[in-house]
Structures are given as C-alpha cells and as structure tokens.
C-alpha cells in the first residue's frame, strides 16, 4: 500500500504544480496589454528528503521574464517619450496559450494516472477482503 500511496503523492504533486502554472499562465494573459508587464515564469523543483528525491515536484519560485518589452507607437498615451514610445508587455499570446495547453495536458495525464492508482488500490483490497 506504501507504493499507491507514494504513486498518488507524485501524481497529486504534479496536478499542483500544473495548478500553479495555469496561474501565472492566466496572469500573463491578463496583462498581456498592460504596459511595462514582465511575463510571469513558474519553476518546478524535484522534492527531496532525507537528502533523496522522493519523484514528487514542488512549486519553485515564480520569476520574471527579462526579454525585451515591446516598443509601442502612441504618442498621445501618457507613457509615451519624446519620440511617442512607451514600453508594452513582453507577453506573446501564441506562447501563453501554446504553454496553456501544455500545461492543461499534463494535468489531465496526472489525473488519469491518479484515477488509475486509485483502481489499482481498489481492486487489490477487493482481492484481500476474499
């Protein structure tokens, strides 16, 4: 039983920091107009104890992207300089989503694979209980 259990801990772990991602995901979609936005990135790190990995990840720090912010003509915005630019964002929405969707579908496999852990257990204590 300590095998599905560990198994449930990694998939569960993954469902989390897939959550995590989605949301920095939707927050740089949200500010995708907001100027002088720096894109959000999630890090995940591999969870270790007793100095051992034990297969599980854990939410890392969140960090900003340091590319370049796009220049934006508009000399009548009120961030605009001497030559009508302000700073935009430096989110691309095609990424966003491209990342979305990933991020989306390794959520999913961790929840079939939850699902499957789950019947695993179910069907071996039916076994024991014969």
């Known amino acids: 039983m300590a095998d599905f259990t560990q198994a449930l ?22 500010n995708a107009d907001t100027p002088g936005y720096h894109r959000k990135l999630v890090s995940f790190d591999a969870e270790v104890q007793r100095g051992q990995q034990t297969g599980r990840i854990k939410v890392g720090r969140t960090s900003l992207d340091q590319s370049p912010l796009s220049q934006i003509y508009d ?19 095609l990424v966003e989503i491209a ?26 204590l039916d076994l024991l209980r014969r």
């Open 9 to 30: 801990g990694i998939s569960a772990s993954g469902m989390t920091a897939q959550t995590a991602r989605i949301g920095r995901l939707s927050e740089n979609i949200a």
């Open 75 to 93: 000399p009548s915005h009120p961030l605009a300089d001497e030559t009508g630019h302000y700073n935009g964002s430096n989110v691309d929405l």
């Open 99 to 124: 990342d979305a969707r990933e991020a989306q579908r390794s959520y999913e496999a961790n929840l079939k694979m939850f699902e499957q852990i789950k019947q695993m257990s179910s069907g071996l």
